[in-house]
């Protein structure tokens, strides 16, 4: 079992940063890659960024690209998000997700199907 707990949500305002963080205790020695994924009201849950455990190899979705870097702390298990000029259609709430099964990630790491644990989620509000 892997266990993850988001942090750094908040209200923040239309251009505004945020950061969060997700930390993995554990067997996390089984992950293989992490993900950010985000969920509006009424919305499915929607792919953010993912990155390689081991290689740090990142991906964005296009919608974040320029404004959200994923990244990881492999000393301290922590994966992060750092928001920059955020927009009120970023709001939602903000799930990490991490990744044992290698096959399944590397040809599905957009789909939540690819993940096999999950944090409680994380708030992020941004106001016009």
């Known amino acids: 079992q892997v266990q993850l707990v988001e942090s750094g949500g908040g209200l923040v305002q239309a251009g505004g940063s945020l950061r969060l963080s997700c930390a993995a205790s554990g067997r996390t020695f089984s992950t293989y890659a992490m993900g950010w994924f985000r969920q509006a009201p009424g919305k499915e849950r929607e792919f953010v960024a993912t990155i390689n455990w081991s290689s740090g190899i990142t991906y964005h979705t296009d919608s974040v690209k320029g404004r959200f870097t994923i990244s990881r702390d492999n000393a301290k298990n922590t994966v992060y998000l750092q928001m920059n000029r955020l927009k009120p259609e970023d709001t939602a709430v903000y799930y990490c997700?991490?990744?044992?099964?290698?096959?399944?990630?590397?040809?599905?790491?957009?789909?939540?199907?690819?993940?096999?644990?999950w944090g409680q989620g994380t708030q992020v509000t941004v106001s016009s």
């Open positions: 997700a991490a990744a044992t099964r290698a096959e399944e990630y590397i040809t599905r790491r957009t789909r939540p199907y690819a993940y096999d644990y």
